[in-house]
């Protein structure tokens, strides 16, 4: 996602790691000084997020020279037909981090508008 490597082609394995590193990092980071103030009794959520390199690697690998039409197809096969938006994945936080879901512990939770991959 960096103007520097515009391809994973174009990306070296040590720019890879240091970017895997800076957010691996600061991941474990934030949620090790979340877990340690539960522990003091402060309450709270710990939510993670993350994706998948799947639509960078598919867009550049799998459908570099497609027609939209055939890009478009991917989209059909989702149940709601559509691609999804901030807002779809938003109220599921705005959930998570509610008191309504204090017995949601320890879960993954797909956002993916049930689309099977």
């Not at 240091?18 to 991941?27: D, L």
């Not at 980071?29 to 690697?57: D, H, Q, W, Y």
């Not at 939209?68 to 991917?74: A, D, L």
């Amino acid at each position: 996602m960096d103007d520097k490597h515009p391809t994973i082609a174009n990306t070296s394995v040590e720019d890879f790691d240091k970017t895997v590193r800076a957010n691996t990092r600061g991941t474990f980071l934030c949620c090790r000084e979340a877990a340690n103030r539960l522990k003091r009794g402060f309450g709270g959520r710990i939510i993670l997020m993350s994706t998948s390199l799947v639509g960078p690697v598919a867009t550049e690998m799998f459908l570099a020279g497609r027609s939209q039409e055939y890009v478009n197809m991917g989209i059909e096969d989702c149940p709601l037909g559509r691609p999804g938006e901030t807002i779809d994945v938003a109220k599921v936080i705005e959930f998570l981090a509610c008191d309504d879901s204090e017995w949601v512990n320890g879960q993954v939770i797909i956002v993916n508008g049930g689309l099977v991959v």
